[in-house]
T-cell receptor
Framework: DGGITQSPKYLFRKEGQNVTLSCEQN?????MYWYRQDPGQGLRLIYY???????QKGDIAEGYSVSREKKESFPLTVTSAQKNPTAFYLC??????????????FGPGTRLTVL | GQQVMQIPQYQHVQEGEDFTTYCNSS?????IQWYKQRPGGHPVFLIQ?????EVKKQKRLTFQFGEAKKNSSLHITATQTTDVGTYFC???????????FGTGTRLAVRP
């Protein structure tokens, strides 16, 4: 069963703690993305990766970090430096970053609440 | 950088009425994609348009790509409660660029 998974669905953390959100895909996609969505708002790009061991900052990368050690995995760490971390985080993947295979497939999302 | 704006930001319609959302880019796009996000869910790909002036239909949904490839629209005929959600367009400036998502239009339908 191919797809993209994120866990957990809901996550609670205390202020000042780092937290890592997982994203795994078995679609054999090269490109992966992290978006943040606030209530009633659009998608804001945090980081993206075109290929293993390479990633680029998106529009709102401050306070976040990522790694891409494996093709299937693209974890996102929300650090204590992120001022307003409470949000809905969506991971996505596509066959390619650009060109004909750039349709993005999204995971179910992780709703992070920082108390 | 590239900006993709959608209007309206929010629309509330009576079931059975038509609905249209417009997507406008500051730059010419090589493609436009449309996604739907149900409340509490994640965006799901609907369709892609590539050619200037292209029109595609999916049942009650009609998608258009402008002649200048800088704008697009999604029209829903006779809305149903199942159409509720946020509709995003996404476009790419060139073959080497990544997709940029629009600001989204949230549709609410009164039964």
């Amino acid at each position: 069963d191919g797809g993209i998974t994120q866990s957990p669905k809901y996550l609670f953390r205390k202020e000042g703690q780092n937290v890592t959100l997982s994203c795994e895909q078995n679609l054999n996609h090269d490109a992966m993305y992290w978006y943040r969505q606030d209530p009633g708002q659009g998608l804001r790009l945090i980081y993206y990766s075109q290929i293993v061991n390479d990633f680029q900052k998106g529009d709102i990368a401050e306070g976040y970090s990522v790694s891409r050690e494996k093709k299937e995995s693209f974890p996102l760490t929300v650090t204590s430096a992120q001022k307003n971390p409470t949000a809905f985080y969506l991971c996505a993947s596509s066959f390619q970053l650009a060109g004909g295979g750039d349709t993005q497939y999204f995971g179910p999302g992780t709703r992070l609440t920082v108390l | 950088g590239q900006q993709v704006m959608q209007i309206p930001q929010y629309q509330h319609v009576q079931e059975g009425e038509d609905f249209t959302t417009y997507c406008n880019s500051s730059t010419t796009l090589s493609n436009i994609q449309w996604y739907k996000q149900r409340p509490g869910g994640h965006p799901v790909f609907l369709i892609q348009l590539v050619k200037s002036g292209e029109v595609k239909k999916q049942k009650r949904l009609t998608f258009q790509f402008g002649e200048a490839k800088k704008n697009s629209s999604l029209h829903i005929t006779a809305t149903q409660t199942t159409d509720v959600g946020t509709y995003f367009c996404a476009g790419r400036r060139s073959s080497g660029d990544k997709l940029t998502f629009g600001t989204g239009t949230r549709l609410a339908v009164r039964p």
